[in-house]
């Protein structure tokens, strides 16, 4: 059986977006999805609060499960990795649509690390940006009625420039739009397989390590 399981948050892409990118991912990877999932709990409910998903992941036994990105599963790090090691010891196979990457009990443990590890690094970078932003969802777009289509044409090996004018549009504005949603990385990301290494190693490079502050003497 097929899952897709889609949630929104404020910072990040909406449902209509999640929909539409993994519909996508679908049709390429020639994938029927059999149930969905659409979450409408806030990010910041940890996963004891949130019974329908806990049913819905413990039902799941050798079957596949589409999710837009690591996020979607939890912000909260210590979740995550619960929810993954659940999944994956029942023997779900995960399918990571922005980055390409499908993620089982036979896969190499770096990767897995490098998707929780770069999950900490989008938070760390919200919480950098929740500085000073107004409260709301992430910003609307008059590209978002064209995302199929510009998705599609990506795919097709389309630049900018060529799609901007058969839409009609400006070229900088849909230039915005596309660096804005990572639609290139996106559609790069999902033209990889399983078994390509370069999504792997593309995973893996993402980690970062700690770095060695220099210790500030206090003066006497």
Known sequence: ???????????????????????????RENLVIDKELIDQTVQNKRIIERNEVVELFRSLHNDT????????????IEDVIQMMSCLLRNGVELHFVKSGIVV???SDTMVVLGLI???????????????GRPKGSKSSSKFDLFLEQIIGELKQGRNVSDIAR?????????KDYVESR???ELVHGMTLTRNNEDAEAMI?????????????????
């Open 104 to 106: 089982d009990r036979q």
């Open 117 to 131: 590890d770069q999950l900490r690094q989008t938070i760390q970078n919200e919480e950098k940006k929740e500085i």
């Open 182 to 184: 990572a639609l290139k």
């Open 65 to 76: 499960l589409l999710v837009y990105d690591t996020w979607v599963l939890s912000v909260n």
């Open 204 to 220: 893996i490079k993402t980690i970062k390590c700690p770095t060695v502050h220099p210790m500030i003497e206090e003066s006497v």
């Open 1 to 27: 059986m097929v899952v897709s399981y889609i949630r929104s948050d404020k910072n990040f892409e909406n449902l209509i977006e999640q929909l539409k990118i993994i519909g996508a991912y679908c049709d």
């Open 166 to 174: 058969l839409l009609n549009v400006s070229r900088s504005s849909l």
